[in-house]
């Protein structure tokens, strides 16, 4: 039994417990990155949470984003390996899965997955884009959903040319009224992903997303806009990209950022070290180079494919064989250590759990949000 599967145990019965136990699983987690870069071999794959792409169709066509048309077109899994894989994943006590596409809620058995989870005592989330949650939130409540992540990229028309389809912003808040009015905060927990990328860096973009989640009545998570995700590609002018130039833009969200999460702290679902080191992620990116925490995912394609995370590191495919014959065997534990490594392109994908899991750069962005709220942030 993990760590974090102890700590989540104990949190059900005592939820006041959970701060002190997430401490005390990250510094359990300092500890095994120090002593990984040193001895390798040590660190082992233990998989927190799979994401499933449950298919590649989607009703949008956000920038940079190219599932629904050249990345897995057409694919889509059937509801028998994915019944399979949510199998093995509570036979090998993995405690979360998240679905997602494409567009997830376009699959005609995504209530029968979330069952299936639920059966199984699976925890089960997804990532909608929620244009459609309304018309299927009831039958997927009453499966067992308890939490979505919808994402964010600005409002009216911004929202509209991000996603190259006129009018879904005006069916994204009636979609979210709706569902609201069906099921309040402690019934569906709902987090937006908010896109920081270059059209987003302003305290102005920020202030917006905070009272888009306070009028549905949902916490805030911050996802840089990638760099190396091969079904996130940009175009030649590559317009979300940060560059140098951005820097004190970059360096003013991150102020407010952390303003905003000494004042509200539930809001954001990152910690103030986390939020400390988003401008250097933006900045640097690859060259980041803080060992990385793959080893507690894995990621499922649309056809199949089984990877350690959503970049590199190939396992196998679900089309040829179960995920039983996959999760924990010679080869998921060598990519583990590759990822840790960073024997890959080094996205900064679970960019927050890194920083807080290695012992340096938790000492650095810890002081450094102090010195920026102490400098009148």
């Known amino acids: 039994m993990t760590v974090d599967s102890i700590a989540r145990s104990v949190a059900k019965f005592i939820p006041s417990a959970m701060p002190v136990l997430k401490a005390g ?22 998989t927190e949470r799979i994401t499933i792409a449950i298919t590649a169709h989607c009703n949008l066509r956000c920038k940079g984003c190219r599932y629904g048309r050249d990345f897995m077109p057409g694919a889509q899994l059937p509801l028998k390996i994915v019944e399979q894989l949510l199998e093995d994943a509570a036979a090998a006590k993995v405690p979360a899965v998240r679905l997602y596409g494409g567009e997830p809620l376009l699959h005609p058995d995504v209530v029968k997955m979330v069952e299936t989870a639920t059966r199984l005592g699976v925890g089960c989330y997804i990532t909608t884009n929620a244009l459609t949650l309304d018309k299927r939130i009831k039958e997927l409540h009453a499966a067992g959903l308890r939490k979505i992540t919808v994402g964010y990229y600005g409002e009216g028309s911004a929202f509209d040319e991000y996603v190259q389809r006129p009018g879904r912003f005006e069916r994204l808040i009636e979609s979210l009224e709706n569902t609201r009015k069906m099921f309040g905060p402690d019934e569906l927990e709902i987090q937006f992903n908010f896109l920081l990328s270059r059209r987003s860096a302003s305290i102005e973009s920020v202030d917006e997303i905070v009272r888009f989640a306070d009028r549905f009545k949902g916490r805030i998570h911050i996802d840089i806009v990638h760099y190396s995700l091969p079904y996130f590609q940009e175009g030649e002018d590559r317009e979300l990209q940060f560059t140098p130039s951005d820097e004190v833009a970059l360096e003013q969200v991150t102020r407010h950022l952390l ?48 990877m350690l995370c959503y970049v590199t590191f190939p396992l196998g495919n679900l089309q040829e064989k179960r995920l039983s014959e996959i999760i924990y065997s010679k080869a998921h534990h060598e990519a583990a250590q590759d990822a840790f490594k960073l024997n890959c392109p080094n996205c900064h994908c679970e960019a927050a759990s890194r920083i807080e899991k290695h012992a340096p750069s938790y000492r650095k962005y810890a002081g450094e949000a102090r010195s920026r709220l102490g400098a009148g942030g």
């Open 25 to 46: 699983y990250r510094a359990s987690e300092r500890m095994l990155s120090s002593l990984g870069e040193t001895w390798p071999s040590i660190v082992r794959a233990r």
């Open 259 to 306: 303003t905003l999460k000494a004042t509200r702290p539930e809001l954001l679902t990152e910690s103030a070290v986390a939020i400390a080191s988003l401008a250097d992620w933006a900045l640097k990116q690859e060259q980041m180079r803080i060992p990385c925490d793959a080893r507690k995912l894995l990621w499922v394609g649309a056809d199949g494919s089984v």
